[in-house]
């Protein structure tokens, strides 16, 4: 079997856990690929449990799965074990979770650093939620990082810790004005992570190529989303990993051509948290109307999302970036009882229409939406089954969506719960 990747099409928060659920029991891994605690998914089980996933692939609540996070990702193991034990006092098995011997740790002085800069950069700042993740993922590029196998040897970590902060320790104190990070003291405490993560850390990239040989489907999930990718997101308002579709084989360590499909993720509207222009974004009625009737808040920051309508440019860019076989249009449901629902077709930039993304990032700030309005529906959506049963104007939307974002639309989502989906084609098939 080959591997599929379920990635984000707009800004993060598209829903991507109730993609990944949905798949998650005909799948026995699940891989996330990116990123740090500074996303997660939103998973309600079908008696109507809610888990909100920050570090832990959402395949963790599928009994039999192995959920798997892989070298791409960085963990703060504070937050992981809290996460576990969350998920262990609630009756979920978290024996088969495996981590890369590959992902990089985030440290004290991640965080400390992250907070500070963010505040140093003021009108500038690009939104962190200042959890250390650039900072880890900084030190992973220079080449200082550590990484979870160095806690299995504590002369390396360390040998590592004391590197890293001789010269970490100098920009706090002395640019920032801040406390030094103690070195014993962070020594201890990630020495004393070693003991409880060491049965959890292995070869993940040997695990999932032999479950591939084996003809076992393999899911990769990122967090995040397509225009908040380090390349080819809205740069500089974006994250520090890649969670675009190539970042899902790099991410892992699964070659590309053992990966055949790429499911995207696409609410049917549009929401981005932080920083960073957003052509279709509301500040009217109908913005706060999203906000609510969507429950726009995010899982991991607790921030409200900036709500707008449904971006059709940045999703032809994200089929094109990603080479997106299918999508998983979600939240439909937040859309009845509208008697209009205007989609972003293109842009107007300094007077020029603009069918595709712009080039540079001030092209980008300058883009006004050119609109298309659709008739809306009043109908509820949460119990259809089938794309016959929508209303006919939501399924006008949905085929037009799919007209002007270049894929097809496999799987409608219809209200948050597990089985409340329209499915059009098995994304297994």
């Known amino acids: 079997m080959p591997a599929i990747v379920i990635i984000g099409a707009q800004w993060g928060d598209e829903g991507k856990g109730k993609a990944t659920d949905l798949l998650g029991g005909r799948v026995p891994y699940v891989v996330r690929y990116q990123g740090g605690n500074n996303a997660g998914h939103t998973v309600v089980t079908p008696d109507g449990e809610r888990y909100a996933l920050h570090l832990i692939p959402s395949g963790i609540l599928t009994p039999g799965c192995t959920p ?154 990122g967090s ?90 940045i999703a032809r860019y994200a089929t094109r970036v990603n080479g997106i076989t299918d999508y998983f249009l979600t939240k439909l449901d937040v859309l009845s009882s509208l008697e209009r629902v205007p989609i972003c077709v293109a842009y107007e930039v300094d007077g020029v229409r603009q069918d595709e993304m712009p080039m540079t990032q001030t092209a980008f700030h300058h883009a006004t939406p050119v609109y298309e309005e659709l008739p809306g529906w009043f109908e509820d959506v949460g119990h259809c089954r089938s794309f016959a049963e929508l209303p006919a104007n939501a399924q006008a939307y949905v085929l037009r969506l799919e007209e002007l974002s270049g894929a097809y639309v496999s799987v409608i989502g219809v209200g948050p719960g597990r089985d409340q989906n329209v499915v059009r084609r098995d994304l297994l098939a």
């Open 224 to 313: 995040q989303g397509t225009l908040l990718d380090i390349d080819h997101g809205t740069y500089p308002f974006v994250t520090s990993s890649s969670p675009t579709a190539g970042g899902a084989s790099a991410g892992s360590g699964i070659g590309p051509t053992r990966i055949k499909k790429v499911v995207g993720i696409l609410k049917a509207y549009t929401t981005r948290v932080g920083s960073g222009p957003f052509p279709t974004e509301l500040h009217d009625q109908f913005g706060e109307y999203l906000l609510k009737q969507g429950g726009e808040v995010g899982v991991t920051t607790g921030r409200d999302r900036r709500c707008g309508w449904f971006d059709a440019v």
């Open 68 to 221: 798997v996070i892989g070298n791409g990702v960085v963990i703060d193991p504070g937050v992981l074990l809290s996460e576990l034990a969350g998920l262990e006092a609630r009756g979920v098995d978290t024996s088969k979770l495996v981590i890369s011997a590959d992902a990089h740790l985030i440290m004290p002085h991640h965080r400390a650093l992250d907070r500070v800069t963010e505040r140093y950069l003021g009108a500038s700042k690009v939104g962190t939620t200042g959890r250390g993740i650039g900072p880890a993922y900084g030190d992973k590029v220079a080449r200082v990082g550590i990484r979870i196998q160095d806690l299995l040897d504590p002369g390396i970590l360390r040998a590592k810790l004391d590197a890293v902060l001789r010269e970490r320790n100098q920009i706090l104190v002395k640019v920032y004005n801040r406390k030094a990070i103690d070195v014993e003291e962070t020594y201890e405490e990630y020495l004393g992570y070693a003991d409880v993560l060491a049965p959890r850390i292995a070869d993940t990239r040997l695990l999932l190529a032999e479950a591939l040989d084996r003809d076992e489907w393999v899911l990769l999930e």
